[in-house]
């Protein structure tokens, strides 16, 4: 197999993924998966394609992962692991990822802060006198 390479996005980060055949090793930025992200709820966002699939033990991926927050980041990274399992084998994969909504990208984003405001939205308390 070759390598296959896929992006993902979620708010302001970025996710480069590369996926290759072997023993289900999961490398970022140059760290394991349990180094950079500790917590047990992002590794479990980040592995959710990959356990819905059954492929847990079966890709090496190594990740550039850019931007955001760590909740943003692994959201990206789930969106890329998906899209690259679409491309390895989209016939078995795609119809389980899609409807699990892992293919789908979240466009929210931060709304800009207006000038004359403290916030997006907000604005400054108001004075009758």
Do not use: H, W
Not at 43 to 66: C, E, H, R, S, W
Not at 98 to 113: H, I, N, Q, T
């Amino acid at each position: 197999m070759e390598k296959v390479n896929a992006l993902g996005r979620r708010k302001s980060a970025v996710a480069r993924v590369y996926v290759d055949s072997g023993k289900g090793n999961i490398t970022i930025n140059g760290k394991e998966l349990a180094v950079y992200f500790p917590d047990d709820s992002l590794k479990y966002i980040v592995m959710q394609p990959l356990n819905a699939t059954n492929t847990a033990g079966n890709f090496d991926i190594k990740v550039n992962l850019d931007g955001g927050g760590i909740k943003g980041q692994a959201e990206a990274l789930r969106l890329a692991i998906s899209r690259a399992l679409c491309k390895i084998d989209a016939e078995a994969y795609r119809s389980i990822l899609k409807k699990e909504g892992f293919l789908s990208r979240d466009a929210r984003e931060v709304e800009r802060k207006k000038p004359g405001q403290p916030g997006a939205r907000r604005r400054f308390q108001f004075s009758k006198r």
